[in-house]
């Protein structure tokens, strides 16, 4: 594990970086502390997990980015055949928003999965130039409670085939912070 640690910050000398852990998120001393930053925020956590329902309750004076609302949101208009096409002009969409609101309200609330390091890295990488901080909130609730919980909703969700990778994605996100390889990356980290 070490040895990719090494070839990461190797690769993307941003990943050196190394956020502070803690559970005693505050959401109005957090945005205070940073308000002079450009400061991009994950909602991480596993399919099923809450992510929606806690930015709806947490970050309800925000524009949250949500890439599965996005990919809705564009299948109502969306009159071709199903092609790669519909993946590139989504994650456009959701590139240009998470970018206009760093830009317009110096906060970006993103709810994004990126529990996948490769997908983490890509994001950080791509938005490299438009923020000045990031923080993880990782919501990691026990694997029964989420199993529970996707199968109680599974007919809401807007790509109902992802919860087949609920046990795969799990155990990225267990390994990443039993590795310390969440808080790579990142300015603070917060358990939630």
């Not at 208009?77 to 096409?85: F, H, N, R, V």
């Not at 990488?125 to 996707?150: A, D, F, G, M, W």
């Not at 599974?154 to 808080?183: C, M, N, S, V, Y």
């Amino acid at each position: 594990m070490e040895e990719l640690k090494k070839q990461m910050i190797q690769k993307y000398p941003f990943m050196q970086k190394v956020g502070v852990i803690s559970t005693n998120f505050n959401k109005r001393k957090l945005l205070r502390r940073n308000q002079k930053e450009k400061t991009l925020i994950f909602v991480m956590g596993v399919q099923g997990v809450g992510k929606t329902t806690y930015c709806k309750k947490t970050f309800s004076d925000y524009q949250v980015v949500n890439i599965d609302e996005i990919l809705a949101e564009y299948l109502k208009t969306y009159k071709g055949p199903i092609s790669p096409k519909i993946d590139i002009d989504v994650h456009s969409i959701f590139y240009r928003e998470i970018e206009q609101n760093l830009e317009n309200s110096k906060v970006a609330i993103v709810e994004a999965g990126v529990v996948d390091l490769v997908t983490r890295v890509r994001m950080l990488e791509r938005l490299q130039n438009s923020y000045t901080k990031v923080i993880l909130l990782v919501i990691n609730r026990e694997k029964n409670r989420i199993r529970k919980q996707i199968e109680g909703d599974i007919g809401k969700r807007a790509r109902p085939d992802l919860w087949e990778d609920f046990e795969t994605e799990f155990g990225f996100l267990q390994i990443q912070i039993k590795e310390h390889i969440i808080e790579m990356g990142v300015d603070e980290v917060y358990f939630i």
